[in-house]
C-alpha cells in the first residue's frame, strides 16, 4: 500500500506563494498518477492538478498559469507549486495518488490533507 503525507500549507496574503509537498512510503508496483484536490467548506472535493507516470499534466481551469504540479521520482514526492493566489484557493488541500499493487491490482490512496488560507 502506498501512505500519503502532505505538507507546506500555511496563512499566505493574496498575490502569495507556496509550495505543497506530497511524499509516498511504503510499497508498490507502480504508481500511476498523482493528483492534488482541494476541498472548502461547504463545497464539494475537486481536482487541482494531476501528473501521470509519463509525466502528462492537466490543471483546473481556475488555477490554470499559476499552479504547477511537478514530481521528484527519486525522493518519491509529488510538488505543487501555488503562486498569485486568491482568497478563492483557500481550501484544505489533498494528495491523492492510483497505483499498480502488483501488475495486476490497483489501488488508491489519500493524505490527511494541508490546510491553506489566503486572506490579508
Known amino acids: 500500500q502506498v501512505q500519503l503525507v502532505e505538507s507546506g500549507g500555511g496563512l499566505v496574503q493574496p498575490g502569495g506563494s507556496l509550495r505543497l509537498s506530497c511524499v509516498a512510503s511504503?510499497?508498490?508496483?507502480?504508481?500511476?498518477?498523482t493528483g492534488w484536490y482541494r476541498q472548502a467548506p461547504g463545497k464539494e472535493r475537486e481536482l487541482v492538478a494531476r501528473i501521470t507516470h509519463g509525466g502528462s499534466t492537466n490543471y483546473a481551469d481556475s488555477v490554470k498559469g499559476r499552479f504547477t504540479i511537478s514530481r521528484d521520482t527519486v525522493k518519491d514526492t509529488v510538488y505543487l507549486q501555488m503562486n498569485s493566489l486568491k482568497p478563492e484557493d483557500t481550501a484544505n488541500y489533498y494528495c491523492n495518488a492510483n497505483f499498480l499493487i502488483t501488475r495486476a491490482t490497483r489501488g488508491t490512496s489519500w493524505g490527511p490533507g494541508t490546510q491553506v488560507t489566503v486572506s490579508s
Open positions: 511504503g510499497s508498490w508496483f507502480s504508481i500511476l498518477d
